[in-house]
RNA sequence: GCCCGGAUGGUGAAAUCGGCAGACACAGCGGACUUAAAAUCCGCAGACCGCAAGGUCGUGGGGGUUCAAGUCCCCCUCCGGGCACCA
C-alpha cells in the first residue's frame, strides 16, 4: 500500500520536538568565549500588532523571511531572525471598551494566540530575544530615550491643533475621524482644539534623512522616491516686505522664485497669519469676511479634503512694500497659503505661477511678465502664454537685474537682500516635527512631572520605569484616561519634592517601532535598551522584510531614530538597514482581503486542510514576493499535490537510499543516472543564484518542481538499479535539502527518513557540480529573417564555424533559402542562428 | 495635477544581459486504473486556417531602432499605489 503524504501528523510532530529545544533558532553569540566565527546575517520581519488572528499577508511577509534566514543559515552564516510584537495602541482600549476587558489581559492573549499560529507555520524565530512594547522592560527604554532627547533639545512641547469630539469629551486619533466626524458619533463634527503636545525634533535630520536616501541602493527606488517626497526640500528666499501704516511690521515670504519679485502684484497671507488680525482690526466686515474663510477651511481640513476648496481671497485694503523696487502692492488673505510651511506668507507672481495667475484671474490683479523665455526656435515668433513657469528665461520689467538670467539673479538678489538685511536663502522642508502625545492610555507614559514650583520636571533615571498603572476604568469621557487616575497623576516633584501632578498623555505607538530591532539583540539587558557592542555586531540589518504601507512613517520614524541613537554614541551605523524589501498585497477575488470585503482567507483554516507547509510554499509559489499575490485555494491544493508527490517519491526510494548512504556515487555517471544528476546540479545552481538577491520564489519552486518531475519520469531506472543506490540518495538528499528553507516540516521528515541526523535546516546547503551540470548537446533555433525554421542539435560548445555549417546542412533550412545564400549570417555561439536572405 | 508601479493564454504566472513567447502550476478536455467514486498515472491544450503536413497571426494600442523587440526609444489608453493648494 501507498504511504500517503499527511502534513496533519508530520507537521505536529517536528513542532513539538521543535519547541523543546529553543537553542535551534538561536544565534551564535556575538562575543565571549563561545564567540560564532560565522559572517552575520540578520534579517527582519516587520513585528506585528496583536490583533489575535494572523491574516495571509503575516504569512506571506514570514513566509519570505523564513525561507530567507533558513537558507542563510544552511549557507554558513550566523542568522539573528527575531520576532516580536507591537502591542501598544488604540485596539486594545476599543476591546476594553467593548468586552470589558483589561488591554493588557486582551493583548497578551492575543500574543500566546498568535505565537501559536507562528510555531504552527514552522517559523524560525528565535523566542530567546521576543520583544514585546507593552511590557514595562521594554517601554521603560522609551522613557529612557525621551529623556536623553529632552535634554538635547529633541523633545519639546509646543501648541498643536488635535481632533476633539464635544460628545465624547475627548481627543481623538486620526484614525477615529471619519469623514469629518467623530467615529462614535456619526454625526458629530470633529473639532480642531489648541492643546500642548510633545514633539520630537526630526526636522533637525532633515537635511540627513535625504541625503541618506542616495546611500540606500538596497532600498527600493520606490520607498526612496516617497520619502524624498515626504521630507520635500525647497531652496528659495525668504524676504521681507515692508507694511505700510504700521513701520514696525514686516511680512516675511518664501519663494522659491525670488528672481521674479519684480512681477509680484499682491501679497497673500494664511488666514491664520498673526497679521491679519491686526490688520483687520476695527473693520468687522474683514473679520467676518477671515472668519468664515477660517471655518470653511477647518471644516475642509476636518473633512480631509482641503485641495479640493475652491481658491478664495479678501483684499485686506492695506499694503505692502517691495523692498527692491519699494513698489506698494495690496496685501490680501488667501485660503490656499499655508501658515504650517515657509512663512504663512507669499508673493504673488501671476505671471509665472499657475496658482498665482488663477487666483490673479478670478480676482482681476495685474499680470506682469517679468521673464522672457529664452525661444529656441526662430520660428516661433508668437510670445510664450502665461503662466510662464520654467527658469529657461531672461529678466525683463526688473529694473537693474533685466537681462540676467534667472538663475543669476536669484543669486544676486539673495545677497541684495542678505546685505541689506531684508533677506536671505532659505531651505525649506515639508517635513514637520513628529507629534508623539497621545492623549490615550494604552502607550508609554512620558516621563515628565509637572510642578507648580519647578514647572516641568524630567523623571530621574533611577525612577523609571514610569510604570502605565494596571486597574483602570477605561471609559470615552472626561479626556486622557491617565488623567483621572488619582495614584497616577499625583506624585512628588523630583527636584522640590513638593507635590506635583504627572504628565498624562501616552506616547504614539510608532515610537516603540522605530528601536525595536535593536532590543532584538539584547532584550534581556535591564541596564541599557542594548549593548552597543552586540548591537555594533549585528548592525545594520541585512535585509528587512515588510509591507509598503510602512514606507514613510515607520521607516523615516526608524531612520531618524537610528540617528539619534549614533549621536548618543549607542551604535556606530547611520542606517538601520541596508536592504529592504517591500512585498506584494495578498488579493483575493480583485480587493485586498478585508474584513468588510468578506473576502478573508484564514491561515488556521488552510493549515488544517493543506497544512503549514503547503500555505507557506503557496504565498511563495503565486507570485514574486514583490508582486500582489492572487489568492486562489486550488493553488495551494496544486502545491499541496505536488508536496504529495514528494513525499511519495522519497519515501519509495529511501530504502534504496539507505543502501547507498556513506558509498561513492561512480566516477563518470552515464545514461539515466547522468541526465538525473545534470538536471539536479542545475537546479542546485538556479536555486542558489534565486536565493542570492532575485528572490523569485516563484521560479525557485518551479525548478524543484521540474527535477521531481524528471525524478517521477525515470520512476522504474531507480526501481530496477539502472541508477546506482549511491546516485538515488544524492538525488533524493539533494531535493530535500533544496525544500528546507520553502517547506520546513516535510522536508525534516524526508531528511529523517533518509537517514539524516539532527536538523535538516542545520545542513550544509549543496553545492552545484558545474561540470556535472553542463550539456553536452544543445539545440540551437534556425531563424530565417527572423522567423523560427528549424532547431539543430549542435556540441554546447561549437564554435561559429560549426554552428553555421549545422544550420545551412539542416533540409528545412534549405528549403526555406531555396536556393539563395544569406547575404547576411548572425551566429551566437549558445544562443541562435538567424540566416538573412533578400 | 505630480511621482511611482503594472497590463503576456480560460486563470496565477515564466522568459534574469535584445536571441525558440507561454516554463511551472491552476482550471479544462481526453484516456488508463476502479463495480463506482476519490486518489493516482498518461496525454491534449495561445488564436485562426487546414484532414494532415504545415502556414499565418500573437505579449494593452500606435509608431520607431535592430538581422532579431514582451524586453530598448517616442506617443497614447486603461488599471493599481503614493503625494497633493508646499509658494
Not at 65 to 76: F, P, V
Not at 129 to 134: D, I, K
Request: a negative charge.
Amino acid at each position: 500500500m501507498e504511504v500517503r503524504y499527511i502534513p496533519g501528523t508530520i507537521e505536529p510532530k517536528w513542532q513539538a520536538i521543535w519547541a523543546a529545544n529553543p537553542a535551534l533558532y538561536a544565534a551564535e553569540p556575538a562575543s565571549g568565549p563561545n564567540a560564532s566565527t560565522k559572517p552575520k546575517y540578520y534579517v527582519l520581519e516587520m513585528l506585528p500588532y496583536p490583533s489575535g488572528q494572523l491574516h495571509m499577508g503575516h504569512v506571506r511577509n514570514y513566509a519570505i523571511g523564513d525561507a530567507l534566514a533558513r537558507y542563510m543559515g544552511m549557507q554558513g552564516y550566523n542568522v539573528l531572525h527575531p520576532m516580536g510584537w507591537d502591542a501598544f495602541g488604540l485596539p486594545a482600549e476599543n476591546a476594553a471598551l467593548k468586552n470589558n476587558t483589561p488591554p493588557r489581559q486582551w493583548t497578551l492573549q492575543n500574543i500566546a494566540a498568535m505565537k501559536r499560529q507562528m510555531q504552527r507555520l514552522g517559523l524560525a524565530y528565535d523566542w530567546a530575544n521576543e520583544v514585546t512594547t507593552c511590557l514595562p522592560d521594554y517601554y521603560r527604554w522609551n522613557q529612557w530615550f525621551f529623556l536623553r532627547m529632552y535634554e538635547r533639545g529633541l523633545a519639546y512641547r509646543k501648541q498643536s491643533k488635535v481632533n476633539w469630539c464635544n460628545l465624547c469629551a475627548t481627543v481623538l486619533a486620526n484614525e477615529q475621524v471619519i469623514d469629518g466626524c467623530c467615529w462614535r458619533h456619526e454625526d458629530t463634527p470633529v473639532e480642531l482644539r489648541n492643546l500642548e503636545q510633545w514633539f520630537y525634533r526630526i526636522t533637525a535630520y532633515a537635511q540627513e534623512l535625504l541625503d541618506g536616501l542616495d546611500h540606500l541602493p538596497g532600498w527600493p527606488e520606490k520607498v526612496r522616491t516617497m520619502q524624498r517626497n515626504w521630507i520635500g526640500r525647497s531652496e528659495g528666499t525668504e524676504v521681507d516686505f515692508g507694511v505700510e501704516d504700521f513701520p514696525e511690521e514686516k511680512i516675511r515670504v518664501f519663494t522659491t522664485r525670488v528672481d521674479t519679485i519684480f512681477g509680484a502684484t499682491s501679497v497673500q497671507l494664511a488666514p491664520e497669519h498673526p497679521l491679519v488680525e491686526k490688520l483687520i482690526a476695527g473693520n468687522s466686515a474683514l473679520a467676518d469676511a477671515v472668519a468664515a474663510m477660517l471655518d470653511e477651511q477647518k471644516r475642509a481640513r476636518e473633512a480631509g479634503d482641503l485641495g479640493a476648496v475652491e481658491k478664495q481671497g479678501i483684499a485686506l485694503g492695506s499694503y505692502a512694500t517691495n523692498p527692491y523696487s519699494g513698489e506698494r502692492v495690496p496685501i490680501w488673505v488667501a485660503n490656499y497659503v499655508l501658515m504650517e510651511y515657509g512663512t504663512g506668507a507669499i508673493m504673488s507672481v501671476p505671471a509665472h505661477d499657475e496658482r498665482d495667475f488663477e487666483f490673479a484671474v478670478k480676482y482681476g490683479l495685474e499680470i506682469r511678465k517679468v521673464i522672457e523665455p529664452i525661444i529656441k526656435s526662430v520660428k516661433t515668433d508668437e510670445s510664450v502664454a502665461l503662466p510662464f513657469i520654467s527658469e529657461d528665461g531672461l529678466l525683463v520689467n526688473s529694473g537693474t537685474y533685466d537681462g540676467l538670467s534667472c538663475e543669476t539673479a536669484q543669486k544676486k538678489l539673495q545677497a541684495v537682500a542678505a546685505a541689506a538685511g531684508f533677506g536671505e536663502a532659505k531651505i525649506t522642508f515639508r517635513l514637520r516635527d513628529w507629534g508623539v502625545s497621545r492623549q490615550r492610555y494604552w502607550g508609554t507614559p512620558i516621563p515628565m512631572v509637572n510642578c507648580p514650583e519647578d514647572g516641568l520636571v524630567p523623571v530621574p533615571d533611577n525612577q523609571l520605569p514610569v510604570l502605565l498603572p494596571e486597574q483602570i476604568e477605561i471609559t470615552q469621557e472626561g479626556g486622557s484616561p491617565l488623567s483621572r487616575v488619582s495614584d497616577f497623576l499625583h506624585t512628588t516633584c523630583p527636584k522640590c519634592g513638593g507635590p506635583a501632578r504627572r504628565e498624562t498623555d501616552t506616547m504614539d505607538t510608532f515610537v516603540d517601532s522605530s528601536w525595536y530591532f535593536y532590543r532584538y539583540t539584547d532584550a534581556q539587558n535591564s541596564n541599557a535598551p542594548f549593548d552597543p557592542a552586540v548591537a555594533k555586531y549585528w548592525f545594520p540589518i541585512d535585509q528587512y522584510i515588510g509591507g509598503v504601507e510602512h514606507a514613510i512613517l515607520h521607516l523615516i520614524y526608524s531612520r531618524f531614530w537610528t540617528k539619534v541613537m549614533r549621536d548618543l554614541r549607542l551604535i556606530v551605523n547611520d542606517e538601520p538597514a541596508t536592504r529592504l524589501f517591500t512585498q506584494g498585497m495578498v488579493i483575493k477575488d480583485g480587493a485586498k482581503m478585508s474584513k468588510s470585503k468578506g473576502n478573508v482567507v484564514s491561515p488556521d483554516d488552510m493549515i488544517a486542510r493543506y497544512g503549514a507547509d503547503a500555505t507557506r510554499m503557496y504565498s511563495l509559489f503565486a507570485a514574486p514576493p514583490d508582486r500582489d499575490l492572487d489568492w486562489q485555494e486550488d493553488g495551494v491544493a496544486g502545491i499541496s499535490r505536488f508536496l504529495s508527490r514528494v513525499y511519495r517519491l522519497v519515501m519509495r526510494f529511501a530504502p534504496i537510499a539507505l543502501v547507498g548512504a556513506g558509498k561513492r556515487r561512480e566516477a563518470a555517471p552515464a545514461g539515466v543516472s547522468l541526465a538525473l544528476l545534470r538536471k539536479l546540479h542545475q537546479t542546485i545552481a538556479k536555486i542558489t543564484q534565486d536565493f542570492s538577491g532575485r528572490w523569485h520564489f516563484n521560479t525557485t519552486i518551479a525548478a524543484i518542481m521540474e527535477l521531481v518531475n524528471e525524478l517521477f519520469a525515470a520512476e522504474s531506472s531507480l526501481a530496477t538499479g539502472e541508477v546506482s543506490p549511491a546516485v538515488v540518495g544524492e538525488l533524493l538528499r539533494s531535493l530535500v535539502l533544496l525544500l528546507a528553507p520553502l517547506a520546513p516540516f516535510l522536508s525534516q521528515e524526508l531528511w529523517a527518513e533518509l537517514g539524516g541526523k539532527g536538523e535538516v535546516f542545520k545542513q550544509p546547503w549543496p553545492v552545484s557540480d558545474t561540470a556535472l551540470a553542463r550539456e553536452d548537446e544543445i539545440e540551437i533555433p534556425v531563424q530565417v529573417n527572423g522567423k523560427l525554421r528549424a532547431v539543430v542539435r549542435v556540441p554546447a560548445d561549437a564554435d561559429k564555424a560549426a554552428l553555421e555549417a549545422a544550420a545551412l546542412s539542416d533540409a528545412k533550412v534549405q528549403e526555406w533559402l531555396a536556393g539563395k545564400t544569406p547575404v547576411k549570417v548572425i551566429l551566437v555561439p549558445g544562443k541562435l542562428v538567424n540566416l538573412v536572405v533578400k
